[in-house]
């Protein structure tokens, strides 16, 4: 038995390719379609309503495209709309969050453990009590780092004004007892060596690794693993695709089949009638 169907990932923008790239690693011959929702980046600073009204589009979107299988590409969405979808969708989803925690508490040695993401992230509290869970010690401090996403969108994470920008955001964990910093937002790998230059002693979780650790199992797990070595990379956004498509050439640096501008009311409601059987009754 194999799949061919791509796995979809979405993501409020062009952070969810740091996803992207890992499942690329991890699982060299599936095929995948990505969706990211520049027009309305960033989302972490909606309401809670707007991300679900948003990743809902996403997801049905990606349900249009025939996808087996959704991985957030994005923390904010993962905290605020994967347990809504679970209820409505029957496509397996995976959040980036569960599998982030369980990385961090595996790696901390000192129980203090770091995490930055958006400021609806953070406010979400999801990291503190998901770690929390799995190891009641642990000292949880969480800190929002917005301005990161703009950077890293803006392609200027070498500037002066980025590094002062980091150096005070991440200033709390200096020269702390905090040995452990999730980067609790896809776009923050794209800031690892900036941020490793100012916490040289911090280890930094990608919580995109375990997920896709976590997507592999279960692909494994329910027979679902392509076994064609013709994969396939469809890249959409919804808006800026210029400067998508450069910054996605860079940070992938594989051959991409195809980069689409897509307007998503538009493709969900021409999707509509294969994403109803979908649908959860």
């Known amino acids: 038995m194999s799949d061919q169907r791509p796995i979809g990932v979405l993501d409020s923008g062009l952070g969810g390719l740091t996803v992207v790239q890992e499942v690329i690693r991890q699982l060299p011959n599936e ?14 600073v909606k309401t809670h309503e707007q991300i679900i009204s948003y990743t809902r589009e996403m997801v049905q979107y990606l349900i249009s495209q025939n996808v087996k299988m959704i991985i957030y590409g994005c923390n904010t969405a993962t905290a605020q709309a994967l347990d809504a979808m679970e209820k409505e ?44 869970n799995l190891d009641p010690k642990a000292d949880v401090l969480g800190i929002a780092a917005q301005k990161f996403v703009s950077i890293v969108e803006s392609d200027s994470a070498n500037t002066k004004q980025a590094k002062e920008n980091i150096e005070t955001t991440l200033k709390p964990f200096k020269d702390s007892d905090y ?31 375990k997920t896709v650790e976590r997507a592999e199992k279960y692909l494994t797990d329910n027979n679902l693993l392509t076994d064609s070595k013709n994969r396939v990379l469809q890249l959409h956004a919804t808006a800026n695709i210029e400067e998508f498509s450069k910054l996605a050439k860079r940070w992938l640096d594989v051959k991409i089949d195809e980069i689409n501008l897509v307007d998503l009311e538009d493709a969900v409601a021409i999707g509509g009638k294969n994403e109803r059987n979908n649908h959860r009754h």
Request: glycine share 8%; net charge negative.
């Open 179 to 209: 040995d452990t910093l999730v980067l609790g937002c896809t776009h923050f790998p794209m800031l690892k060596e900036q941020i490793s230059d100012y916490l040289p002693d911090i280890k930094l979780v990608d919580p995109a690794l």
């Open 89 to 132: 969708f029957t496509i397996p989803m995976i959040g980036v969050i569960k599998p982030g925690s369980e990385a961090a508490t595996n790696v901390t040695k000192t129980n203090h453990i770091g995490i930055i993401g958006t400021q609806s992230t953070i406010n979400s509290k999801s990291y503190n009590e998901t770690i929390k």
């Open 31 to 44: 095929s995948i379609i990505f969706i990211g929702d520049e027009a309305r980046m960033p989302y972490g």
